[in-house]
């Protein structure tokens, strides 16, 4: 190992050892454009907005992608942005990358080519239709947005820009959940009977902790943003995700996971959710309000009925299982593949068989789409399906009500006053949705 090389992989480890850069720590050459790797002309310059958790595993995957250079972070939390911008400039041995708190600002005096955006979910629509506005490409975190109305918006905005977008769902470039798609696509199971997918249980515990002073490195104004405004109560850096303000708890955290692969499975024939209905349990003398268990049976487009139940509620636990004619398949991030007869594992897919998009690396994916401008594996439409579906359920437990969607249409077929506005929401001024 010669001293450049031993002195990035010591500087590099440095970082993951602060927590500040995930695995993989090693950032080749070429995608610091050094050692003339990468022409400056090349080069797909970035912009990371929200670095902290998963903006920081997903910054770490594309910094491993040939040409790809961070020159702008931006982060509300001063505190973790000082972090990242440090570890970037340690990167590339330069202080050229510069920090925002404010991405209007970001917008109105930088010009880059792509973004990464993870920020928490209350925030996606008003993110994404602003970097699209500016016709810059976006690999954003899933869900795709908060409300079905926003989503709307949201596709139309992205295809009218015609910018290249990765929504997060990563699952779509793990070989064996493509494999398990194809194999019901092209009918080794026989007829789909039904399809069960399990979401995580919801086990977060808080109580009614009292109203405090916000952290100082944060302006939390402008974290609430477009959400109603909270008193503070200590919840910020992940556990945003249990209060309906923000997110949708653990269905809306994994729909863009788990009922993702449900609906690429059958993306031939476009099913989608046409009639829902759900039940949920709720929790009291807690702040946290989204449920702690749900169960939603959905009648799909074509005829196939798709539970979406916490993992409860189901013998394979959490992932997604296809139930057959021919026996079950059962795919999962922990367990891999597993079926009802192992033969079903060994079908091969013949070559005039339906073959879906393959992706290996979803950072890669996204930067070659960026290259070639085609589509992504994981599209803005195909994240708008995913997080439809979970938010007919949440509308269907929060109502008590048998919700029908027209996909056609995309709206809701004669609902009621309470159903219709839980599919959308009005923004805390001065944002403008």
């Known amino acids: 190992m010669n001293n450049t090389s031993r002195r990035n992989f010591l500087k590099n480890n440095a970082l993951l050892a602060s927590g500040t850069i995930l695995a993989p720590t090693i950032i080749p050459a070429c995608s610091r454009g050094k050692n003339g790797h990468t022409a400056p002309s090349d080069r797909i310059t970035l912009a990371a907005v929200g670095v902290r958790g998963r903006g920081n595993t997903n910054l770490t995957g594309l910094l491993k992608q040939k040409g790809v250079q961070v020159v702008v972070a931006c982060d509300l939390d001063t505190h973790f942005l000082t972090k990242m911008q440090n570890a970037i400039w340690s990167i590339y041995e330069n202080k050229d990358c510069r920090a925002y708190t404010d991405y ?24 994404y239709n602003a970097f699209a506005n500016k016709k810059i490409d976006i690999y954003g975190e899933k869900p795709l947005v908060r409300k079905i109305e926003e989503g709307k918006k949201l596709v ?37 009977e039904r399809i069960e997918v399990g979401i995580p249980n919801m086990t977060k515990e808080i109580g009614i902790p009292p109203i405090q002073e916000p952290p100082k490195e944060i302006d939390y104004n402008f974290w609430v943003g477009p959400a109603e405004y909270l008193e503070y109560r200590g919840v910020l850096h992940g556990h945003w995700r249990w209060l309906r303000n923000y997110s949708g ?4 955290d994994w729909v863009g996971h788990h009922m993702d692969i449900a609906l690429w499975s059958m993306e031939a024939n476009n099913a989608e959710p046409v009639e829902i209905t759900g039940d949920a349990t709720f929790r009291e003398n ?50 891999g593949l597993k079926a009802s007869n192992e033969n079903i594992l060994k079908e091969v897919i013949p070559e005039n068989g339906i073959h879906l998009y393959e992706s290996g690396n979803h950072y890669k994916n996204f ?31 929060l109502t008590g009500e048998t919700i029908h969607w027209n ?5 809701l077929v004669n609902a009621s006053p309470e159903a219709l506005a839980l599919s959308t929401r009005e923004y805390r001024e001065p944002w403008v949705f």
């Not at 600002?105 to 993110?127: F, G, Q, R």
């Not at 708890?249 to 809306?252: A, N, P, S, V």
């Not at 789409?369 to 269907?396: H, M, N, Q, W, Y």
Request: hydrophobic fraction near 35%; glycine fraction near 6%.
């Open 407 to 411: 996909p056609i249409k995309q709206e």
């Open 104 to 127: 209007r600002e970001l917008l109105e005096k930088e010009s880059v080519d792509t973004a990464v955006i993870s920020v928490p979910d209350h925030w996606h629509m008003l993110l």
């Open 249 to 252: 708890g653990q269905l809306t």
């Open 367 to 397: 930067i070659d789409c960026v290259k070639s401008r085609e589509k992504t594996v994981a599209p803005v439409d195909a994240g708008f399906r995913s997080i439809t579906a979970g938010l007919l359920g949440e509308i269907a437990y």
């Open 286 to 335: 807690t702040i946290f309000d989204v449920p702690y268990s749900f169960d939603i049976q959905m009648n799909m487009s074509n005829e196939v009925p798709v539970r979406l139940c916490s993992e409860s509620f189901t013998p394979h636990k959490h992932g997604v299982c296809w139930y057959g004619e021919n026996g079950w398949l059962y795919a999962s991030r922990k367990e």
């Open 156 to 192: 139309k905005t992205i295809e009218d820009n015609d910018i290249v977008f990765q929504t997060g769902s990563q699952q779509r470039s793990m070989k064996h959940f493509r494999h398990a798609c194809e194999l019901v696509a092209n009918g080794v199971l026989g007829k789909i």
